[in-house]
Nanobody, 116 residues
Framework: QVQLVESGGGLVQPGGSLRLSCAAS????????MNWYRQAPGKERELVAT????????NYADSVKGRFTISRDNVKNTVYLQMNSLKPEDTAVYYC?????????WGKGTLVTVSS
C-alpha cells in the first residue's frame, strides 16, 4: 500500500526557511518521479517542484525558482523540499505526490504559514 507522509511545516516569518520531508513506503521509491504540490486557501492545487528518479533532474514553478530546492534520498525513501526566502504568498498546504500505474497518490499534507 502506497503511503506518503509529509512533515516539517509550521509558522515562519517572511524571509525565513523551512525544510519539508515526505517519507514514502509501499512502492519502489527509487523508480518513480516525485512531486511537491501546494494548495493555498481558495486556490487550486499547483505543482511546485518535480525530481527525477536519481535526483539529477529537477523542475520548479516559476514562482519558487531560486528559492526552493527539491531533493531525494533513495536510501531513506524520502523526498525533501528546502524552502528559503519564504513569502506570505507561499502560505499553503504542501503535498507530496507520486504517479504510479496511472494512479496519483497523495499524502495528507503539511501546513506552511508565512506571516509576521
Amino acid at each position: 500500500q502506497v503511503q506518503l507522509v509529509e512533515s516539517g511545516g509550521g509558522l515562519v516569518q517572511p524571509g525565513g526557511s523551512l525544510r519539508l520531508s515526505c517519507a514514502a513506503s509501499g512502492f519502489t521509491f527509487s523508480s518513480y518521479v516525485m512531486n511537491w504540490y501546494r494548495q493555498a486557501p481558495g486556490k487550486e492545487r499547483e505543482l511546485v517542484a518535480t525530481i527525477g528518479t536519481t535526483g539529477g533532474t529537477t523542475n520548479y514553478a516559476d514562482s519558487v525558482k531560486g528559492r526552493f530546492t527539491i531533493s531525494r534520498d533513495n536510501v531513506k525513501n524520502t523526498v525533501y523540499l528546502q524552502m528559503n526566502s519564504l513569502k506570505p504568498e507561499d502560505t499553503a498546504v504542501y503535498y507530496c505526490n507520486v504517479k504510479r500505474y496511472a494512479v496519483y497518490y497523495w499524502g495528507k499534507g503539511t501546513l506552511v504559514t508565512v506571516s509576521s
